[in-house]
């Protein structure tokens, strides 16, 4: 985490995809702060140049897990829910186009601190990333996981417990993201 003091989620996530059960081995390309033009960056080919991060050929993953769209709920271009999934497709469709063999976990946004923004903005996004993941083109390679849910306390508000900052989780945060994200890839693999 980029905040002083916090704790965010790393032990969760060695614990859970560090190796010590090979299924769920992991590499974790995840920045906090990035948008999906800094992701779109990092992953391009550095022969596009970009960063490359998903340029080596021995990177074969059978599942790459995306959760990304909303630091760019922040200084948003407008219609702001129609700019985050755009932003969100394109990384879909980056990843495809670099691992055409990986099946896409597609991850619903997590609620934030902020009301407004949940109803305005989160909700409508998450919505359309559920309708875009169930269209027939993308049927094949991406599958939707609904987690907004799981972070709201009895009120339907963030369950500020799953939260280091408003926005990143910490680790009960992990763990409940771990609790939803672990029978999904279960499920994946014994199709």
């Known amino acids: 985490p980029w ?3 916090k ?4 032990a969760v996530w060695r614990e859970t995809f560090g190796g010590a059960d090979p299924a ?3 590499l974790n390309l995840g920045i906090s702060g990035d948008r999906t033009e800094h992701l779109l960056y990092r992953i391009q080919p550095k022969s596009d140049g970009g960063l490359g991060e998903l340029d080596r050929p021995d990177l074969n993953p059978e599942v790459i897990v995306l959760l990304i769209g909303i630091n760019n709920s922040w200084d ?6 129609d700019s985050v999934f755009a932003g ?6 980056a990843v495809r186009a670099r691992k055409p063999d990986a099946l896409i976990v597609l991850q619903s946004l997590l609620p934030t601190n902020e009301p407004d923004r949940n109803a305005q903005l989160v909700l409508p996004v998450n919505a359309a990333l559920a309708a875009f993941a ?3 083109a993308q049927a094949e390679h991406v599958r939707y996981l609904e987690l907004y849910p799981s972070f709201l ?8 417990a799953f939260f280091m900052d408003g926005v990143h989780p910490n ?12 029978p999904m890839l279960e499920t994946l693999r014994s199709r």
């Open 3 to 5: 905040f002083p003091g």
């Open 7 to 10: 704790v965010g989620g790393l």
């Open 24 to 26: 769920n081995l992991a």
């Open 76 to 81: 948003a271009e407008s219609p702001a829910v």
């Open 88 to 93: 969100i497709q394109a990384v879909v469709a």
């Open 134 to 136: 169930a269209e027939p």
């Open 153 to 160: 306390n009895e009120q339907g508000q963030q369950n500020s």
């Open 171 to 182: 680790e009960n945060g992990y763990r409940a993201w771990r609790k939803q994200l672990l």
